[in-house]
């Protein structure tokens, strides 16, 4: 029966209807935690001259194979008002050997500021590279290979055929981030939003084959609120759609100030009919180390067991030796 379910959500993933068109692209409850992913213009978006980060995560382990994604990125300033990095991401989707990889170069344009002391900022981004995907039917049930009776039996030729089991295409995507970087005010407000699959790629893995990949747009946002000089609060959401498929999360988390090196972050986000995610990150001498748990909160997670999830990030963010006028009480988002 669990083999029959993860076959059940694999091939979802994989064949939409019209009305959707094509899969929904992997996500993350720490999305600040892997920025390019979520918008090109969050390329830079950091208090530093290069930042490095790695993410996993880990559901449905009690389902078969749990589903397993993985994201690695790199990001660097400039002082010509151009920022640069790339991610890579791999997702492996439980039993069925179904493989979701980007690659992806993305830049961001950060000369437009205005106000008394350019403390305003609107950044642009775009970012470009491949998605790949590839699936290994041998791994997959079909309904003709169960008998009502006997159950299932792999020893039945199913009369399921595929034209095709891997894809590898080019994508392109778009964003905007707006910031306030005014040193010493109560609240900073930022704002972000981005498009995804701009060029909507072909999607072979479609019923009839003529599919594309739908836009991603993703709309996010936040505000920073100094209690005092140790504390502050971030009140933040984010809004993404897809085709038929949207995800709508809010949360909050609060940063204590340790030291001059360190700090500790305590928040939670939910997730609109799906889980609540707490979460725990520790800054130590430029490295966040983010945990953090999904409780599933459905219907299919009270019907299932074991389908929340678990992610892990580490994120590396080098100084600047020499000071820049890039510099300042930068609001840089996290987890």
Known sequence: MKNLILSG???????????????????????????????????????????LTGIYRTQWG????????????????????????????????????????????????????WGTEGTQHLVIGVNAG??????????LTFGDQWNPITGYNPGNATTESFSQTASTVFDAGVGALYYDGKAGKKANL????????????????SAEGDATLPMRF?????????????????????????????ESM?????????????DLMLGVNYRHEDAVAPFLGITINGMVIGLSYDSNTSDLGRS???????EFSVSFIGKRKVKTDVDGNFVCPRL
């Not at 809010?250 to 360190?262: E, H, K, T, V």
């Open 304 to 310: 299932v067991s074991g389908t929340n999830a678990f």
């Open 218 to 246: 993703s709309f996010h946002g936040g505000v920073r609120i100094a209690i005092n000089e140790q504390f502050s609060l971030t009140p933040n959401a984010l809004y993404m759609k897809q085709a038929g498929a949207e």
């Open 190 to 205: 930022y704002l972000g939003a981005s498009a995804n699959h701009i060029t909507q790629p072909d999607d072979p893995f």
């Open 130 to 139: 491949i998605v790949s995907r590839n699936f290994n039917p041998s791994k």
């Open 9 to 51: 959500l694999l091939l979802l993933v994989l064949f939409r209807s019209n009305e959707s068109n094509a899969q929904v692209d992997p996500h993350f409850s720490q999305f600040y935690m892997f920025p390019t992913y979520l918008n090109p213009a969050l390329t830079g978006a950091f208090d530093g001259n290069v930042r």
């Open 62 to 113: 009690s389902v078969g194979t749990p589903f397993k994604t993985y994201g690695l990125s790199g990001d660097f300033t400039t002082n010509k008002s151009m920022n640069f990095g790339g991610s890579v991401m791999n997702q492996t989707a439980g039993d069925g050997g179904f493989n979701y990889t980007t690659a992806n170069a993305s830049a961001a344009f950060t000369g437009l500021r």
């Open 250 to 262: 809010i949360g909050l988390y609060g940063q204590f100030r340790l030291s001059n090196a360190s």
